[in-house]
């Protein structure tokens, strides 16, 4: 299977169709374009207006040092439940 650009379209040789794209997929494929975009917009913000860019990317890098423990712990507690929940869902007939 040739994976087109990670949009989750599967193309198998032989075959004239398209596989629908899965969720996994999309969800891969949309956290990469956010963090693309997201890091370009900042390179970007310090090519266009270098000052302005160096305090609030310095002000977001200070929030982000005092509140990592508490992010990744929120995450990570979102991401439990949300695994818990799937599986009750999957046990129930």
Known sequence: MLDLLGLGLDIQAGTAGTAGPSPARLALTGYCLLATLSLLAMELYTVWAPDAAQTRLHDLRTWLEG??????ISLALLAGLWLTGSSIYALAP
Request: avoid cysteine.
């Open 67 to 72: 509140h990592q423990e508490q992010l990744v």
